[in-house]
């Protein structure tokens, strides 16, 4: 079974300029995640999709930081304009379960690692 | 809210030796709880998991039982390795979100 898949895997762009980044999740997963990942902390969700619908996106910084999974398979997330501190690794994820279950593994991709100069 | 309180690392141990990293949250409801590992440069790697009271997760000489009493999920193995060395990340998997622990690293020496 594939597993999740992300590009770029790197990016170094500067402050101000954009960036986007784009997950396959494994197939026939329904909950896709998208987590921000800064050096020496756990992850952190910047938003939850169910098919094609958000289901929590409250620490997306919505000014600058957007995401969309058309269709309810890929997703892309972007950021515009960049800041020094969103450098992280982006990490996506998908997972076969609905949001309404606690059980169901979640599987991730090896992370998009971004370094904004 | 949920949450996740894991040990503070680095651990450093001799290989061979035993590990313990303390995983305790608190959480509503009956959550599915994790161990993930990851190695450098890399994404998160599902370790091993539990989904009920008492069930004990294990893969690749790790372990940690799920105990509802004390609300904790420590990770174990009895002889480490070089190899081991990674962060480890403990979550929690409620109705709604995943919440993970701030992980703890692991560093193996010879």
């Known amino acids: 079974e594939a597993g999740v898949a992300q590009s770029p895997r790197y990016k170094i762009i500067e402050k101000r300029q954009s960036v986007a980044f784009w997950c396959n999740p494994i197939?026939?997963?329904?909950?896709l995640y998208w987590y921000q990942q800064i050096l020496g902390q756990g992850p952190k969700l910047l938003i939850q999709?169910?098919?094609?619908?958000?289901?929590?996106d409250s620490q997306l910084p919505k000014d600058r930081f957007s995401a969309e999974r058309l269709k309810g398979v890929d997703s892309t997330l972007k950021i515009q304009p960049a800041k020094l501190e969103d450098s992280a690794v982006y990490l996506c994820?998908?997972?076969?379960?609905?949001?309404?279950?606690?059980?169901?593994?979640?599987?991730f991709g090896e992370g998009s690692w971004l370094t904004v100069v | 809210g949920n949450s996740v309180t894991q040990m503070e690392g680095p651990v450093t141990l001799s290989e061979e030796a035993f590990l313990t990293i303390n995983c305790t949250y608190t959480a509503t409801g009956y959550p599915s709880l994790f161990w993930y590992v990851q190695y450098p440069g890399e994404g998160l790697q599902l370790l091993l998991k539990?989904?009920?009271?008492?069930d004990k997760g294990s893969n690749k000489g790790f372990e940690a039982t799920y105990r509802k009493e004390t609300t904790s999920f420590h990770l174990e193995k009895g002889s480490v390795q070089v190899s081991d060395s990674a962060v480890y990340f403990c979550a929690l998997k409620g109705y709604q979100k995943v919440t993970f622990g701030t992980g703890t690293k692991l560093q193996v020496i010879p």
């Open positions: 994820a998908s997972s076969s379960q609905l949001v309404n279950r606690t059980s169901g593994t979640i599987y």
């Open positions: 999709f169910q098919n094609n619908g958000v289901v929590d």
């Open positions: 197939s026939g997963h329904a909950t």
């Open positions: 539990a989904t009920k009271a008492d």
